[in-house]
Nanobody, 126 residues
């Protein structure tokens, strides 16, 4: 059974940092592209960052480039999202998702992701 469990969300002041974790079980990261998505109230879900199965390639939304970093620890089967210099616009529920996609390709299409976590709330106060 595949499970993705997000953690690390919470309340943070603008300018602060958070690190989200996505603990994955039931599949091997070496075979899946992993993405972080977010959904703010009244807005569509959007891709924040994604990493290839190889771990070599990453993709970021323009709004978070240079601020957020996606990484993974294959030994722990965990993917992280380091969020720096956050703003109230980063307030959302953050989800991680997995798509079976081998090699260096990064999945950027939300519809292609097969497995999803339950999400973790991030709230940034001004």
């Amino acid at each position: 059974q595949v499970e993705l469990a997000e953690s690390g969300g919470g309340l943070v002041k603008a300018g602060g940092s958070l690190r989200l974790s996505c603990a994955v079980s039931g599949l091997h990261l070496s075979m899946y592209s992993i993405g972080w998505f977010r959904q703010a109230p009244g807005k569509d879900q959007e891709l924040v960052a994604a990493i290839s199965a190889s771990g070599r390639n990453t993709v970021y939304a323009d709004s978070v480039k240079g601020l957020f970093t996606i990484s993974r620890d294959a030994a722990k089967n965990t993917v992280y999202l380091q969020m720096n210099n956050v703003t109230p616009e980063d307030t959302a529920v953050y989800y991680c998702a997995a798509d079976r996609l081998l090699g260096n390709r990064v999945q950027i299409l939300q519809s292609e992701y097969d497995y999803w976590g339950q999400g973790t709330q991030v709230t940034v106060s001004s």
